[in-house]
């Protein structure tokens, strides 16, 4: 599906929309259900969170709607990165993620909504509506999460906390790209080409993630990241 390839005037009442999702039938599916609603304007589509900020860079869209666990660079990851040169930027996610590991650090970076895939399309349409009108939107699905991570108790058991306990909170940004890497089966030498660092710094990073969270193998960090939402594998 094509979308503008310039911004829409000032004096447009649509709501200008970047969709961000690794999945063009998502993408598309999204897009199309939107075209019928006339306060919604489709500006662009992006399939990573890299191309993402280089389309919110030239079409200013007033609402980025993306998933939140993407290859390379993370939805969230990427939502930083826009927010930094854009902060009038809205972002909203819409994602099949619900751990609330990956719901709390969505909102730690300071999206504006989180709604997951399983929601029906109505629920969607609020919270754009909301997020576009300067307010908050969470679904009632993730609400205990966010909760939880407010007043720092647990719900079911977990806080974005693995089986060990261990919070991933105590991970930097850099750090959870390299475990997100190393979950999608990269090599070190891949990683360090792919972040730009040298092999050794990849190394002290992906010991430094294990000793935060008390992991002792590659295989359980893999374990670690496909369970709390760090990688699409």
Not at 89 to 97: D, G, K, P, V, Y
Not at 100 to 125: D, E, I, T, W
Not at 126 to 144: H, K, S
Not at 183 to 212: F, N, P, W
Request: hydrophobic share 45%; glycine share 8%; with cysteine.
């Amino acid at each position: 599906m094509r979308f503008p390839e310039t911004a829409l005037g000032a004096g447009d009442l649509m709501l200008r929309i970047l969709l961000v999702d690794d999945q063009e039938i998502v993408r598309d599916a999204i897009a199309a259900a939107l075209g019928s609603h006339g306060d919604f304007e489709v500006v662009g589509a992006a399939s990573s969170g890299a191309q993402s900020l280089e389309l919110a860079r030239q079409l200013r869209p007033a609402v980025v709607v993306t998933e939140t666990v993407l290859s390379e660079l993370s939805g969230i990851d990427a939502a930083k990165l826009v927010l930094e040169e854009l902060p009038e930027t809205r972002i909203l996610a819409l994602t099949s993620h619900e751990e609330p590991h990956v719901v709390c650090q969505a909102m730690n970076a300071r999206f504006s909504g989180y709604v997951l895939k399983k929601c029906p399309f109505s629920q969607f349409l609020d919270a754009l509506r909301a997020v576009g009108n300067g307010q908050m939107y969470l679904c009632p699905q993730v609400v205990g999460a966010v909760i939880a991570n407010r007043v720092g108790k647990t719900v079911n058991g977990k806080n974005g906390a693995g089986a060990n306990g261990h919070s991933a909170s105590a991970i930097s940004d850099r750090e959870r790209q390299v475990l997100r890497l190393v979950a999608d089966g990269l090599s070190t030498k891949e990683i360090a080409d792919q972040l730009t660092i040298s092999l050794k710094t990849v190394e002290t990073h992906r010991r430094r993630v294990m000793a935060k969270l008390k992991l002792f193998s590659i295989a359980q960090l893999t374990k670690y990241a496909i369970r709390e939402g760090f990688t699409t594998v």
